[in-house]
């Protein structure tokens, strides 16, 4: 009897395989990452052609940061479940009512915020570990128990508020979303972000360089080096006008926990591996129900940080719109990012990337008076795109 591990196909193990190696961790190595880099520079030129250099300015620049930091978060816990062949389409309802939770406590009861914060995380967390109930221990599909989700966890909101707007947040709360790292803390942290990414790269190229698996090491430590300068110098542009807002500084924390948990941890092999073929997973020995039921945990915490963060940068709850259509901003942010909706191949920094692809062309559209309408056509077509370029590029890489 073969090995069941051995099972696995070289695509279905890709991810697993990538995870070596700090610079696959930060991750500008995929192909498909870099074609979307290429795809968002040349949307933002047209866009600063288009707007006379409007879009480009710091000011609209860190406005486009804050536009895409709800959806970020929302597409990182988005990623972590299509992997494994799961869907969330609570998204948006969840959050709403973790925004109720956290907006009553510390608008209405003058709670300290700290505990309204935790209660809102703590209302998340059971909301993950419910429908994880549901999916691993009852059998019922998440796209089902996600959907019913989406449903009760909008009408639990409404039905607390009676449809009213919580809108008086302490000053504290409102201030995480609003206010700025100052620029020269914050320009210091992008020069030894920079820095320390290229020393990482730099000694892993090295060390394999020692061990005879590369020839030409000065030639990939340059390639590595010009987008990771060029990156520096678009981050150091737009951070000397205010800084770095602390809600863009949360993406980031939460993107490379998660980015560690899918690249670094047994657990996130684990994920990717019951995505690209559950019953080689099985028979390999992992508990699929109980990484899958964790894997809706962790999307709950998601629900608890995402919640915050929404109810502090509009300044309160609104039950009836809060989160609207979220969970399909984070899917496409996803999809279009590159993760798989067969699961077992996707990447957070992706799914950063297709957030704010998605919201460029928002704000690149308002920003030249186009009808909503039109830009909700233009986003459709961009993600049937990206879906149908991630087809065509697996199809050529199955064939060649």
Not at 336 to 361: D, E, H, K, Q, Y
Request: aromatic share 8%; glycine share 10%; charged share 10%.
């Amino acid at each position: 009897m073969s090995d069941p591990v051995l099972t696995v196909s070289k695509d279905e193990a890709g991810p697993a395989r990538e995870s070596r190696g700090w610079f696959a961790l930060l991750g500008l190595s995929s192909l498909r990452e870099s074609m979307l880099l290429l795809i968002l520079a040349a949307i933002w030129l047209f866009f600063y052609v288009a707007t006379d250099g409007i879009f480009l300015t710091p000011r609209n620049l860190v406005l486009l940061a804050l536009q895409t930091s709800i959806v970020s978060l929302a597409a990182i816990s988005a990623v972590m479940l299509i992997v494994t062949r799961n869907f969330d389409l609570s998204v948006g309802s969840a959050v709403a009512l973790v925004g109720v939770v956290v907006a009553l406590l510390a608008g209405q009861y003058d709670v300290n915020p700290l505990i309204a914060v935790a209660a809102g995380i703590l209302v998340g967390l059971l909301m993950g570990a419910w429908q994880g109930f549901w999916v691993t221990r009852i059998g019922v599909s998440s796209f089902i128990v996600t959907l019913a989700g989406m449903l009760y966890f909008r009408g639990f909101s409404m039905i607390v508020t009676n449809g009213a707007t919580i809108a008086s947040l302490p000053r504290p709360l409102t201030r995480f979303a609003t206010a700025f790292l100052p620029p020269v803390p914050s320009i210091l942290l992008v020069v030894l972000t920079a820095a320390g990414f290229l020393a990482l790269r730099g000694l892993e190229i090295r060390r394999a360089y020692r061990l005879g698996v590369i020839a030409r090491p000065q030639s990939i430590f340059i390639k590595t080096a010009i987008p990771v300068v060029i990156a520096a110098g678009v981050a150091l542009f737009i951070v000397s006008w205010q800084g770095i807002p602390y809600l863009v500084l949360l993406v980031a924390v939460c993107a490379l926990a998660a980015e560690l948990v899918m690249r670094r941890t047994r657990y996130g092999a684990q994920l990717y591996a019951i995505g690209g073929n559950p019953e080689a997973a099985r028979l390999a020995g992992i508990n699929i129900k109980q990484a899958i039921f964790w894997n809706f945990v962790i999307a709950g915490f998601a629900y608890g940080v995402t919640g915050v963060a929404l109810t502090a940068r509009v300044g309160g709850a609104v039950a009836g719109s809060a989160g609207l259509f979220l969970e399909l901003d984070a899917i496409a942010a996803a999809i279009i990012g590159g993760t798989a909706l067969s699961g077992g191949r996707g990447r957070i920094l992706g799914a950063l990337v297709g957030a704010l692809l998605m919201g460029s062309l928002n704000n690149g559209m308002s920003l030249m008076n186009v009808a909503p309408f039109f830009q909700d056509t233009a986003r459709g077509i961009v993600l049937l795109l990206a879906v149908a370029l991630d087809h065509l590029s697996r199809s050529r890489s199955r064939t060649t």
